[in-house]
């Protein structure tokens, strides 16, 4: 999960100051974690709630050694900032490395509204009153990446949604493979990757992201996560030169297609219009028709409202459609559009509603996402914040909290929380000396060195749903 192979030093380098910045008598430090607000442009009732398990499992696993302790002793005196070996000396003293602290937050899956509290951790050992804070760069990192790349695909599962309802009558699980990532290149690293991977992966089912599959294997405990086909890419196409891009395109058939079989095919080398109106449509369509299978075209160039429209009438003539009780085409079943150029949630519900108005179903194309997926996102995409709320001082708690006149929208909230939720009230923070412990929806799942509670990814998924 980290670099520093160490929580100690998974951190800002000024959080190593701050034992000595609270006041004196201090015991304990609760702080919490939430989304503040919207700032995606998407229209969304609430952020997907996941990617902690993954941080929890690595903090069971890696508790603190000596080792560890004289090399953040040794970092820190070479950074220049001060470093309370003592603190660590007397986790790994009292606690065997394990840290005394106890983390509680609302299921993953869930969708909760922004500005409310999903996470509350506090320590449990007095003697460790700054180590709450000390983890703020580790947790916040852990949950508001995979949370923040879950809601955005959960929100063009919802735009997918929209247009379902409206232009088809095939299940609603063709929805599970509208949406594919592919991001894996594009993401700032293999964690990237896989966190942001399997993030997607909450809502969808197909993927060309190895690494997410193997974090929801290890992490949640599903054995396979996500789904492909074979595919071509450019350089398998022109390799072939452009006087054999026919033969390159009845190569993809003859390996790949078959009862039942799904093959996608790059076909923007050269001529999209033409690849689709005449190489498919004409020379190949036989091949199409009878391998029993689909043939999956990808265009990946132009502008995309416009290209895919073109591709999808220019298919309907070389194969035919059906229409379906709504009234609208569906492309013969040999045949299907992905588009996987110039993708995000905006472009999605362009593409769609100008296939709408031509009188095309959903059914017919299915949408790849790489950069707008994994890695067009930051922390301020949904205000992603964790702050104390609430210091025990000499056996007194009292509130903690801030109010800038500068910024409202940066106050944060006062004492200890909870999370409540009920079908006419919704979800809402609340005082936890309020809430009976069965009401609140923020449960232990991590405490002194060792998870509590897990959940599984089918558990996720089933939340996210809805």
């Known amino acids: 999960m980290s ?17 000595w910045q609270y006041p004196e008598g201090t015991q304990y430090v ?41 090399k953040a002793a040794a970092v820190f005196g070479a950074h220049g900032v001060p470093f309370y070996a003592e603190g660590w000396r007397w986790i790994l003293e009292r606690h065997d490395g394990r840290l005394p602290v106890e983390i509680r937050a609302v299921a993953e899956g869930h969708v909760v509204p922004f500005g409310n509290a999903v996470i509350q951790l506090v320590n449990t050992d007095p003697k460790a009153f700054w ?17 923040t790349v879950a809601t955005v695909s959960w929100a063009v599962k919802g735009i997918l949604r929209e247009f379902w309802e409206r232009t088809s009558d095939a299940p609603v699980e063709i929805l599970d493979f509208k949406l594919h990532d592919f991001g894996a290149r594009g993401a700032s690293s293999g964690e990237s990757a896989a966190l942001g991977g399997m993030a997607h992966l909450v809502n969808f089912k197909g993927t060309d992201t190895v690494e997410a599959l193997l974090a929801a294997d290890e992490y949640y405990g599903e054995a396979m996560a996500g789904f492909s086909i074979p595919a071509a890419e450019h350089s398998t196409i022109t390799s072939w030169g452009r006087d054999g891009e ?20 790059v076909s923007d080398s050269y001529d999209v219009f033409h690849a689709v109106e005449k190489l498919w449509g004409e020379q190949l369509r036989a091949q199409v028709l009878d391998m029993g299978g689909t043939l999956v075209i990808r265009p990946d160039s132009g ?34 559009v992905i588009q996987g150029d110039g993708v995000n949630p905006h472009s999605i519900r362009a593409i769609l509603t100008r296939m709408e108005a031509d009188g095309f179903a959903i059914d017919n194309i299915a949408f790849g996402m790489g950069g707008a997926l994994l890695q067009k996102v930051d922390r301020d995409t949904f205000s992603w914040a964790m702050k104390a709320s609430a210091i025990q001082v000499d056996g ?24 409540t939720f009920d079908a006419a009230a919704g979800w809402k923070t609340v005082p936890q000396d309020s809430c009976a412990e069965a009401d609140n929806r923020l449960r232990p799942v991590f405490r002194d060195g060792r998870v509590l509670s897990t959940t599984t990814f089918a558990e996720v998924r089933s939340r996210a749903e809805g």
């Open 3 to 19: 670099l520093a192979n160490s929580p100690i030093l998974a951190v800002d380098s000024y959080k190593a100051s701050h034992k």
């Open 30 to 70: 609760s702080s919490y974690v939430e989304a503040r607000s919207n700032n995606s442009g998407l229209d969304l009732p609430g952020a997907v709630f996941f990617g902690l398990q993954p941080y929890l499992q690595w903090l069971a696993e890696t508790p603190v050694t000596e080792a560890d302790i004289a």
């Open 131 to 147: 180590l709450t804070s000390y983890l703020e760069t580790g947790l916040q990192r852990a949950v508001w990446y995979a949370s």
């Open 246 to 265: 026919l033969a390159a395109y009845a190569n993809m058939l003859s390996q790949f297609g078959g009862p039942g079989k799904l093959v996608a095919v």
């Open 303 to 336: 502008e995309p409202v416009e290209v895919v429209s073109q591709v999808l009438k220019l298919a309907a003539n070389a194969f035919g459609t059906s229409r379906n009780a709504k009234g609208f085409h569906v492309l013969n079943p040999a045949v299907r």
């Open 396 to 419: 007194q708690w009292r509130d903690v909290y801030k109010e800038p006149v500068t910024d409202q929208g940066k106050g944060s909230k006062r004492g200890r929380l909870a999370l």
